[in-house]
């Protein structure tokens, strides 16, 4: 591939029209490659005890993906049933993302047997879309993939739902600005979002053009975040980042010391050539790392590990600071024989180039915390966080300095508010006070719901009772029910006091506190 195509084709990576490339029952296809079966043996891969994927053949007998295992077997008898393997799946698909990443560098995979990719640079390459979609077809073919499907788009989701329509070695492409249109008659199934479409079709909504049809902030008052994220999808609309995939990159250094030692500076100073020569291996390969693993392992073959984040990247101090570290919270109980470093994040160097006003901590500021680290501890220097959680207290943390947030902020939390968040937050929450038009304690339902329509509510204890202009929830949590003694049932109402202060009240244990308020 000619250098002037690659820069076409990383160019356009955002903002332009999408391709998107499927191929059909990826999973049993993967299984091929470790199991030897016939074309026409029904062939079904299953997770979780139900059906992930079937061959057409097996579809031809009746199995349909989210079968039981029982129910599969009783339509088709001779079925040949396989355990997924995940695993297995990259490791077959690998081989089709480097061919075409060869042919388009920036290639983002959706999921093993699906890749999507921004076409606009490689189409304006070659001349047209259906001559790019051509070739990628064709060089798939060589590779011995006889089944696949292509669709282009303005967006990735419309362009995978082309794809599923198109015939076996054909392509379908949605005109510019057409994806809308396309969309409407589809059926809401096509979110693969099991729960939002039992909703919407309990609402009679049955198509994606009618879900389409729904004011963009009613949805997301009724359906949150991600109902938004499906409507705009159906609207053909979607703003999802095009991230590309990135070759992974083998990096490793280890350290076998003929001599077991036993203090940490002994070990440091053995390791020192091997780390320099792994940083140096990482700046010819134009890498930065942000995260590693340090493997240690004593004379009796035990070894303990543990993951460091930087907030920059390492360099070669960086690294051998960490082994110190790490050693001095872990005193092994035997010599030290040997030290493994693994990079966990590896990034482009570029990633990490200073903004034009020098936004990022400069090296100075690394260097100088990383020194206090040194001497008073790992916890003795760090910064506020953002960090997952429900309530609006247990999502600001502090973070050591150069460790990521101990809860990821993007992991599913039922029960969270949802934004805004309060600006004020009670380090321990108040008493407070709601009630219903009748003066009566308000409480919560078996089934989540509050027992009365909150009227007055007093959110300080030594506040005044105060009637409730609006409010909101409640939105329900629990917490550790497998654990008998630890279960916690909080449920948080977003209030508006007549005087225009707004609260997040919680009740748990039959009592009311406010957590926070909206300043």
Same mark, same amino acid.
């Given at each position: 591939?000619?250098?002037?195509?690659?820069?076409?084709?990383?160019?356009?990576?955002?903002?332009?029209?999408?391709?998107?490339?499927?191929?059909?029952?990826?999973?049993?296809?993967?299984?091929?490659?470790?199991?030897?079966?016939?074309?026409?043996?029904?062939?079904?891969?299953?997770?979780?005890?139900?059906?992930?994927?079937?061959?057409?053949?097996?579809?031809?007998?009746?199995?349909? $993906?989210?079968?039981?295992?029982?129910?599969?077997?009783?339509?088709?008898?001779?079925?040949?049933?396989?355990?997924?393997?995940?695993?297995?799946?990259?490791?077959?698909?690998?081989?089709?993302?480097?061919?075409?990443?060869?042919?388009?560098?920036?290639?983002?995979?959706?999921?093993?047997?699906?890749?999507?990719?921004?076409?606009?640079?490689?189409?304006?390459?070659?001349? @047209?879309?259906?001559?790019?979609?051509?070739?990628?077809?064709?060089?798939?073919?060589?590779?011995?993939?006889?089944?696949?499907?292509?669709?282009?788009?303005?967006?990735?989701?419309?362009?995978?739902?082309?794809?599923?329509?198109?015939?076996?070695?054909?392509? &379908?492409?949605?005109?510019?600005?057409?994806?809308?249109?396309?969309?409407?008659?589809?059926?809401?199934?096509?979110?693969?979002?099991?729960? %939002?479409?039992?909703?919407?079709?309990?609402?009679?909504?049955?198509?994606?053009?009618?879900?389409?049809? %729904?004011?963009?902030?009613?949805?997301?008052? $009724?359906?949150?975040?991600?109902?938004?994220?499906?409507?705009?999808?159906?609207?053909?609309?979607?703003?999802?980042?095009?991230?590309?995939? $990135?070759?992974?990159?083998?990096?490793?250094?280890?350290?076998?010391?003929?001599?077991?030692?036993?203090?940490?500076?002994?070990?440091?100073?053995?390791?020192?050539?091997?780390?320099?020569?792994?940083?140096?291996?990482?700046?010819?390969?134009?890498?930065?790392?942000?995260?590693?693993?340090?493997?240690?392992?004593?004379?009796?073959?035990?070894?303990?590990?543990?993951?460091?984040?930087?907030?920059?990247?390492?360099?070669?101090?960086?690294?051998?600071?960490?082994?110190?570290?790490?050693?001095?919270?872990?005193?092994?109980?035997?010599?030290?024989?040997?030290?493994?470093?693994?990079?966990?994040?590896?990034?482009?160097?570029?990633? %990490?180039?200073?903004?034009?006003?020098?936004?990022?901590?400069?090296?100075?500021?690394? &260097?100088?915390?990383?020194?206090?680290?040194?001497?008073?501890?790992?916890?003795?220097?760090?910064?506020?966080? %953002?960090?997952?959680?429900?309530?609006?207290?247990?999502?600001?943390?502090?973070?050591?300095?150069?460790?990521?947030?101990?809860?990821?902020?993007?992991?599913?939390?039922?029960?969270?508010?949802?934004?805004?968040?309060?600006?004020?937050?009670?380090?321990?929450?108040?008493?407070?006070?709601?009630?219903?038009?009748?003066?009566?304690?308000?409480?919560?339902?078996? &089934?989540?719901?509050?027992?009365?329509?909150?009227?007055?509510?007093?959110?300080?204890?030594?506040?005044?009772?105060?009637?409730?202009?609006?409010?909101?929830?409640?939105?329900?949590?629990?917490?550790?029910?497998?654990?008998?003694?630890?279960? $916690?049932?909080?449920?948080?109402?977003?209030?508006?006091?007549?005087?225009?202060?707004?609260?997040?009240?919680?009740?748990?244990?039959?009592?009311?506190?406010?957590?926070? &308020?909206? @300043?």
């Amino acid at each position: 591939m000619t250098a002037s195509l690659a820069s076409a084709t990383l160019a356009h990576t955002e903002g332009s029209r999408r391709l998107v490339l499927w191929c059909p029952d990826w999973p049993v296809r993967a299984a091929a490659t470790s199991i030897s079966f016939g074309e026409r043996v029904p062939v079904a891969v299953f997770a979780a005890g139900r059906v992930h994927a079937c061959s057409a053949t097996a579809r031809r007998a009746g199995v349909r $993906r989210g079968l039981r295992t029982r129910e599969a077997q009783a339509r088709c008898p001779d079925l040949l049933v396989l355990q997924h393997d995940p695993a297995l799946d990259e490791r077959a698909f690998a081989p089709l993302v480097a061919a075409v990443t060869e042919l388009a560098p920036a290639v983002q995979v959706l999921r093993p047997g699906t890749l999507a990719l921004p076409i606009t640079g490689v189409a304006r390459y070659h001349g @047209d879309e259906t001559v790019a979609a051509a070739l990628l077809a064709e060089c798939l073919v060589g590779l011995g993939i006889d089944d696949l499907r292509i669709g282009i788009a303005d967006a990735t989701f419309t362009a995978e739902q082309a794809a599923r329509l198109a015939a076996a070695q054909e392509w &379908r492409v949605i005109p510019p600005g057409g994806d809308a249109h396309f969309l409407a008659p589809l059926p809401v199934s096509c979110l693969a979002r099991p729960e %939002l479409e039992s909703l919407l079709r309990r609402l009679g909504l049955r198509t994606l053009g009618e879900f389409a049809g %729904l004011d963009e902030h009613d949805v997301h008052h $009724r359906f949150g975040p991600d109902g938004l994220a499906a409507h705009r999808q159906a609207s053909g609309t979607e703003a999802t980042p095009f991230v590309a995939h $990135r070759p992974p990159h083998e990096h490793e250094t280890s350290v076998h010391l003929d001599t077991p030692l036993r203090r940490a500076e002994q070990v440091v100073m053995s390791s020192k050539e091997a780390v320099i020569t792994l940083i140096r291996e990482l700046d010819r390969a134009r890498l930065a790392c942000t995260a590693a693993w340090i493997e240690v392992g004593d004379d009796e073959g035990r070894v303990t590990e543990r993951r460091w984040a930087h907030p920059g990247c390492f360099d070669a101090h960086d690294l051998l600071d960490r082994i110190r570290w790490q050693l001095d919270a872990e005193p092994p109980a035997s010599p030290v024989v040997s030290v493994r470093i693994v990079p966990d994040e590896l990034i482009p160097a570029g990633d %990490l180039a200073e903004g034009l006003w020098g936004e990022r901590a400069g090296p100075h500021v690394q &260097r100088a915390a990383s020194a206090v680290q040194g001497m008073l501890g790992r916890s003795a220097i760090g910064t506020a966080a %953002l960090a997952g959680g429900r309530a609006p207290g247990e999502r600001q943390v502090f973070v050591p300095w150069g460790d990521a947030p101990p809860r990821s902020v993007a992991a599913p939390w039922p029960g969270h508010v949802p934004p805004p968040q309060p600006a004020t937050v009670y380090p321990q929450p108040r008493e407070a006070s709601l009630q219903d038009a009748r003066g009566e304690n308000i409480a919560l339902t078996e &089934r989540g719901a509050l027992t009365a329509t909150p009227t007055h509510c007093r959110p300080q204890a030594d506040g005044p009772m105060l009637p409730v202009t609006a409010w909101a929830g409640p939105w329900e949590s629990e917490q550790r029910w497998w654990a008998p003694g630890e279960t $916690r049932r909080v449920a948080r109402v977003q209030i508006v006091a007549v005087d225009g202060s707004a609260w997040l009240l919680a009740l748990e244990g039959g009592r009311w506190w406010t957590e926070a &308020r909206y @300043d």
